[in-house]
């Protein structure tokens, strides 16, 4: 069973940056695309961003497009989201999820949560002064 190990969450204050790196425990498997979710308190999970992993094409939420950027290394099966400019209302469980079966997805199919085959556990972040 493949796992997805996140890091890079925390606290950070308004204004900031926050790097968030996930990575597939098997390296051999194929994924067409890699994203970022996130689930605020009292939320119901929400798109942040989905890049397709061998051409490197991206979709992102509106209200994250200009201050987020989505990165993959295809070779170690390796999403980044590298978060600037961060606010309070970016306070957030984010989870990556991968696509490994679902080849030829549109970007806009790829906003939606149930296209993932696999998923993270998790990072917190929290923006706050």
């Known amino acids: 069973q493949v796992q997805l190990v996140e890091s890079g969450g925390g606290l950070v204050q308004p204004g900031g940056s926050l790097r968030l790196s996930c990575a597939a425990s098997d390296r051999t498997i194929g994924f067409y695309a890699m994203a970022w979710f996130r689930q605020a308190p009292g939320k119901g999970r929400e798109f942040v961003a989905t890049?397709?992993?061998?051409?490197?094409?991206?979709n992102y939420a509106g209200s994250v497009k200009g201050r987020f950027t989505i990165s993959r290394d295809y070779a170690k099966n390796t999403v980044y989201l590298q978060m600037s400019s961060l606010k309070p209302e970016d306070t957030a469980i984010y989870y990556c999820a991968f696509d490994s079966s679902r080849w030829g997805l549109t970007l806009s199919e790829l906003v939606f949560a149930n296209y993932y085959d696999y998923w993270g556990q998790g990072t917190q972040v929290t923006v706050s002064s």
């Open positions: 890049i397709t992993t061998r051409n490197g094409n991206t």
